[in-house]
């Protein structure tokens, strides 16, 4: 029997893993005696992001071995229910004890200590492929705060009225609607340049990983981040802009090349995770089109 088994280390991030295969029992015996957990344990979180070898049931449960205090090790246990449990262990032989279980019992375990409550487990275990483009889910980051406005307006004129019903106006909320929009009409304006320039690319692109790939759907390209010798942001973040949201990127590689787009294909916070060794240069810039 062969089971999927992957690797985090210490930089990587929710989701992101190495060395993915499928290995029958002996060899997952040895990737995980075989770990660097020496080194990588020094200074590791202990939660479910960790340091750790995960394997997999085609069932859909999962086992990850991870650090704990003093030099044990914990074993997070995803079962049927999809409720995450926790047993610690002294060794590593005991860790492989419970990896032999796992392959015998068909991805069944005994463990009777609960994780604690964990919102969508799932995405600890499960590989993501941090694929960017630009969708549903990054338009309604990128106009998060319009939405937030947009539903506080009506709530503070009724507030403000309650008291004073005979001085209310049905127009009032739209008014304000309509002047807030006034004053977001940039963050719209920018929105539609990025999504002229950015709605057929794609940006593969995690934290622990030195390759990521930036292209279109059709044509995609292979990068290393250890050809790139500067990353910029143009933008206005970290400031009290309404429309803070909107910035565009640039990578400069070796060969000159450069990769633009903006934060409607990545947003700006995310970005700037992605690269623990690289210096994301900020420039100040009002408006930032693309």
């Known amino acids: 029997m062969q089971l999927i088994s992957k690797v985090q280390y210490k930089r990587s991030e929710k989701g992101e893993f190495h060395e993915i ?3 029958n029992l002996e060899e997952t015996v040895a990737l995980i005696k075989n770990y660097p957990w020496n080194t990588e344990r020094s200074l590791a979180s202990i939660e ?3 340091p750790s070898v995960t394997i997999e049931y085609p069932n859909g449960t999962y086992l990850k071995a991870g650090p704990y205090f003093s030099g044990k090790f914990s074993l ?3 079962a049927y229910n999809k409720k995450v449990y926790l047993k610690t262990v002294e060794t590593i032989e005991e860790v492989c004890q419970w990896v032999l279980k796992f392959f015998e019992q068909k991805g069944q375990l005994d463990f009777s200590e609960k994780y604690g409550f964990t919102f ?3 995405v600890y275990f499960r590989t993501n492929p941090f694929e960017y483009t630009v969708n549903a889910n990054n338009t309604a980051k990128y106009y998060r705060f319009l939405f937030f406005m947009i539903c506080v307006i009506p709530v503070m004129c009724l507030l403000k009225f309650a008291d004073h019903p005979e001085g209310f106006s049905f127009h009032t909320p739209f008014i304000l609607m309509g002047f807030f929009l006034f004053l977001f009409s940039p963050l719209i304006y920018l929105y539609f340049n990025y999504l002229s320039a950015d709605k057929n690319k794609y940006l593969q692109l995690s934290r622990g990983h030195d390759d990521f790939t930036f292209g279109t759907h059709e044509e995609k390209i292979s990068y290393s981040k250890q050809d790139i010798i500067g990353i910029e942001a143009y ?3 970290n ?3 309404l429309w803070r949201e909107s910035e565009v990127f640039v990578i400069t590689l070796q060969d000159g090349e450069q990769l633009k787009f903006s934060s409607l294909l990545i947003p700006g ?3 700037r995770s992605k690269f623990p060794d690289h ?3 900020e420039h100040r810039a009002y408006f930032p089109p693309l």
């Open 269 to 271: 916070y995310t970005f």
């Open 235 to 237: 933008g206005m973040h």
């Open 21 to 23: 295969a499928s290995r």
């Open 48 to 50: 479910l992001t960790c």
């Open 239 to 241: 400031s009290r802009s």
């Open 76 to 78: 997070y246990y995803l």
């Open 120 to 122: 969508s487990p799932l």
């Open 279 to 281: 210096r994301v240069t």
